[in-house]
C-alpha cells in the first residue's frame, strides 16, 4: 500500500503565500507522476498542477505564473509553491501519484487525504 501525506495548508491573507508538501510512503517501486488538485465547496475537484518524470509539468490556466510545482525524487515529496493568493484559490487541496507497484507489476493512482487552505479577503 502507498501513503501520501500533505502538510502546509493554513489560512492566509490574500497576496500572500503557502507552500504545500505531500510525501509518499510504502510500497513504492518508482513514481511516474505526482500533482495537486483542488475541490472547492460545491465545486468539481480540479487539476492545480502535475509533474511527471523528466521534470515536464501542466498548470490550469487560473494559477500559472503564481503557483510553481516542484518534486524531490530522492524523497518521494512534492511541493506546490503558492504566491499571490487568492480569495478564489480557497479549497481543499489534494495530493495525488501515479505509482508503479510490484505486487501486483502496475501503475497505480492514489490519493492524499487532503489539506485545508483558506484564503482571507
Known amino acids: 500500500q502507498v501513503q501520501l501525506v500533505e502538510s502546509g495548508g493554513g489560512l492566509v491573507q490574500a497576496g500572500g503565500s503557502l507552500r504545500l508538501s505531500c510525501a509518499a510512503s510504502?510500497?513504492?517501486?518508482?513514481?511516474?507522476?505526482m500533482g495537486w488538485y483542488r475541490q472547492a465547496p460545491g465545486e468539481q475537484r480540479e487539476l492545480v498542477a502535475r509533474?511527471?518524470?523528466?521534470?515536464?509539468?501542466t498548470y490550469a490556466d487560473s494559477v500559472r505564473g503564481r503557483f510553481t510545482i516542484s518534486r524531490d525524487n530522492a524523497k518521494n515529496t512534492v511541493y506546490l509553491q503558492m504566491s499571490s493568493l487568492k480569495p478564489e484559490d480557497t479549497a481543499v487541496f489534494y495530493c495525488?501519484?501515479?505509482?508503479?507497484?510490484?505486487?501486483?507489476?502496475?501503475?497505480?493512482?492514489?490519493w492524499g487525504q487532503g489539506t485545508q487552505v483558506t484564503v482571507s479577503s
Open positions: 509533474i511527471i518524470n523528466g521534470g515536464s509539468t
Open positions: 495525488n501519484a501515479d505509482v508503479q507497484v510490484t505486487t501486483p507489476w502496475r501503475v497505480v493512482n492514489f
Open positions: 510504502g510500497s513504492i517501486f518508482s513514481i511516474k507522476a
